[in-house]
């Protein structure tokens, strides 16, 4: 790409979408990311209609100029609005937000690449739509459709978010529409309501893909429940894991239908929710064992947590505790079940408390009704508090975080972890092994993604501001790529500067891949590199 062809890009697509979609001025600020990573970004694309999005494709084909799309460019901890290679375009589809075709008897919508978890939720609430959103701890401000086309997933009741697509429309490179076969034969309606269509299943390429613009997704929504609890257990003991990872095994199969998902807290993970930093206490960064124990003890924080909710009937509820109550209770210390009514009556004991206990107490009322909003499909960002445990300023009152624009330095590392105990402390002892090494405390979260397998998360926390900190982030990531791979564990999703990794030489998939890339995008204009390396079309005939 030269100037040039990028100034007479710039000026056709000026001519598409006006002086105010097409920006040139202060696009550093668009790729601002927690990983530390930066581009060379020559415009950011502003479109707000789908006929636009084909129109800028044909102009970034005729002048061969690359273009990088993104839904709401709220992808912290994975590169944020940041092409995956320099020089790219950003396509910010935020401006394409609407909400259409829902269906409350079958629970099903489309939704456009802008709507945003909050969006949703108060559309549902403006049509009497008794249904969960498929909400993520990202927050309110990010897109339902680009989390669910990088597989994110959640612990409502449909966890996974991409399987609850059931259909999808997508600008092509070269600004042709891609429908699936059941639509196009006109039955859009059944088409939504049935995942698979018919022929072959070319929707999953645009999953974590670079082959078209996806414009819009209808998805399934999860019926709102008759009843949703949440559970907490804990156990003191690190030593007891090994019981009770298979523990949840047996409940996942055991509840398959009410409790669809849980999370196991490490203690760092969960002091990282309950307290500041203490950089007075860190050696290098790193809190020492005996000031984590230390801060356990005095938060009442145990060696592992576990969250999980139950969806159901107030029967099947009834019973479903019973089972919890008899699966967990030999494997862990503690066991309580909480719902909307209880943290009420938390928050009415505590304002019969003194000052500073009443505040406490408060204070863990707010962040279980916190907890309790997501279960329920209500987006809220008391999770993304995580972020700032090492970096970055918290906004205002009343104002959204944004972890990329208040400076935090976070690197997600998701590997996928099989449930049985051994395989679960080997994968401990190996973070615990390699981040400190980095300057990185070990926070682990292990989520169960179905009755087989943990999508674990671990934060990469650092200064930002900070360069080697943040080199040495990176290099933290690197290395637990580099021990998972040998370990077995790696992981679902990569970082925009991750994803390299699949260009493995003589890679089967990295053939196929290549040769359907080089059959829809030649020119390699749309996202290049991204999962799918830039490769010569010399190379794959």
Not at 98 to 104: L, Q, V
Not at 224 to 235: N, Q
Not at 368 to 376: N, P, Q, Y
Not at 419 to 427: K, P, S, T
């Amino acid at each position: 790409m030269n100037s040039t062809s990028t100034e007479s890009a710039i000026a056709e697509w000026t001519t598409i979408l006006g002086e105010s979609g097409v920006v040139v001025a202060r696009v550093a600020d668009f790729g601002v990311s927690t990983t530390g990573a930066k581009r060379s970004i020559p415009a950011v694309l502003r479109p707000q209609a789908r006929e636009q999005v084909a129109a800028v494709l044909q102009v970034a084909q005729r002048w061969q100029v690359a273009i990088y799309p993104v839904s709401t460019g709220n992808n912290w901890g994975y590169g944020s609005a940041n092409p995956v290679e320099d020089d790219c375009a950003i396509l910010d589809l935020s401006g394409l937000d609407r909400i259409s075709n829902f269906d409350p008897e079958m629970g099903v919508v489309t939704v456009e690449p802008g709507v945003t978890q909050g969006a949703l939720r108060e559309f549902l609430d403006r049509h009497e739509g008794n249904y969960l959103v498929p909400v993520t701890g990202a927050g309110p401000t990010c897109s339902i459709l680009g989390n669910a086309l990088d597989r994110g997933y959640g612990i409502t009741p449909v966890t996974d978010h991409f399987a609850a697509v059931t259909k999808l429309e997508a600008i092509l490179p070269d600004g042709s529409l891609y429908q699936t076969p059941l639509s196009e034969l006109g039955g859009g309606e059944v088409d939504g309501l049935f995942k698979w269509g018919v022929g072959p299943y070319l929707d999953g390429l645009f999953s974590q893909g670079n082959f078209g613009v996806v414009v819009n997704m209808t998805i399934v929504l999860a019926p709102t429940p008759d009843t949703v609890t949440a559970f907490f257990f804990s156990t003191k003991d690190d030593a007891k894991l090994e019981a009770l990872i298979p523990t949840v095994r047996a409940v996942l199969r055991a509840l398959g239908g009410s409790v669809v998902a849980i999370n196991l807290l490490n203690s760092q993970r969960m002091l990282s929710m309950m307290t500041p930093f203490p950089e007075d206490k860190a050696v290098n960064g790193i809190l020492p064992a005996h000031e984590v124990e230390s801060l356990a003890n005095s938060h009442g924080v145990p060696a592992w947590s576990g969250v999980g909710a139950i969806y159901a009937s107030k029967e099947v509820a009834r019973a479903a505790r019973g089972t919890l109550r008899r699966l967990l209770g030999p494997v862990t210390d503690r066991l309580v079940f909480i719902n909307r009514r209880k943290v009420d009556a938390v928050r009415s004991i505590a304002r019969l408390m003194p000052g500073r206990l009443a505040m406490r107490v408060k204070g863990m009322a707010d962040t279980l009704s916190g907890a309790l909003e997501i279960m329920h499909g209500t987006p809220n960002d008391v999770a993304l508090a995580l972020a700032y445990w090492r970096s970055g300023d918290l906004p205002g009152p009343g104002q959204a975080k944004n972890p990329a624009r208040d400076g935090c330095g976070l690197i997600w590392f998701a590997p996928l972890v099989p449930i049985r105990g051994a395989d679960v402390r080997r994968y401990i002892d190996m973070i615990e092994r390699i981040c400190p090494q980095y300057g990185v405390n070990p926070l682990i979260t292990l989520t169960t993604v179905n009755d087989r397998c943990f999508d674990s998360t671990v934060p990469l926390l650092f200064d930002r501001s900070d360069a080697d900190a943040t080199a040495r982030a990176n290099d933290c990531y690197r290395a637990l790529f580099e021990a998972g791979q040998k370990e077995g564990f790696l992981p679902y999703r990569l970082n925009i500067d991750a994803m390299g990794i699949l260009n493995s030489g003589g890679s089967a998939f990295l053939r196929l891949a290549s040769q359907l890339k080089a059959a829809v995008d030649p020119n390699s204009i749309l996202a290049p590199g991204r999962y799918v390396p830039r490769i010569k079309r010399s190379e794959v005939l």
